[in-house]
């Protein structure tokens, strides 16, 4: 009986999740879709490129994601669902493209706002795969505006200094890393959280 519940803990251990695995492949998903799609600024890009960058993030982080819950094939298809509605409308791809201008403020405020919308409108699409496996699923959406925000925020600034600095595009590119990045951590952390929240109820 000792040995199962060692090899029980042992296989709990391995089955935790690691937000930053999740942080890899989210910015792994991000770094292969420019293979395809050329940063560039809102009207450079089209609900084509949306469809492609969610596809291919979606699918990374599916396979994460695919160890903890069923039908992880549903997180692709909302994630692909979300980014080319998104993609078609006017706010566009948000993900892959940076702010015409370079004033901090403006960088700032736009990168809050239109963050958080982008975080809570991919992050229910999102939600819909996560609730029936989730338990305080609806807690994703919340998560997901909130990393959004301050990720886009953050990146977007970084991306606007670096550029001001070597006059190189790459430093925008970089800022959207580090948007990815941001992103990735935060809610890596939020779903490690709710995962483990499920796995702790189970155990009672």
Do not use: C
């Not at 999740?17 to 600024?41: C, D, M």
């Not at 493209?97 to 700032?108: G, K």
């Not at 809570?120 to 029936?132: A, K, M």
């Amino acid at each position: 009986m000792r040995s199962s519940i060692t090899r029980n803990r042992h296989q709990s251990l391995l089955l935790q999740f690691n937000y930053l695995a999740w942080t890899g492949v989210t910015v792994i998903g991000f770094l292969s879709s420019l293979v395809w799609i050329e940063i560039g600024e809102v009207p450079d890009l089209n609900v084509f490129h949306a469809m492609l960058g969610a596809t291919i993030i979606g699918f990374f982080q599916a396979l994460i994601l695919s160890r903890f819950v069923a039908r992880a094939w549903l997180w692709i298809l909302f994630t692909f669902i979300a980014w080319s509605l998104m993609g078609a409308s006017s706010f566009g791809a948000i993900g892959w493209f940076t702010p015409r201008t370079d004033f901090i403020t403006v960088r700032l405020t736009t990168g809050l706002r239109l963050g958080g919308i982008t975080g809570i409108w991919v992050g229910f699409w999102q939600w819909l795969s996560l609730r029936p496996v989730v338990s305080k699923s609806y807690l994703w959406i919340l998560i997901s505006g909130i990393s959004w925000s301050l990720g886009l925020s953050i990146g977007w600034i970084i991306g606007g200094i670096l550029h001001s600095i070597t006059h190189l595009f790459l430093g925008e590119v970089i800022g959207l890393v580090i948007v990815w990045i941001l992103v990735g951590i935060q809610t890596g952390i939020a779903l490690s959280y709710l995962l483990n929240q499920r796995e702790f109820n189970k155990g009672k």
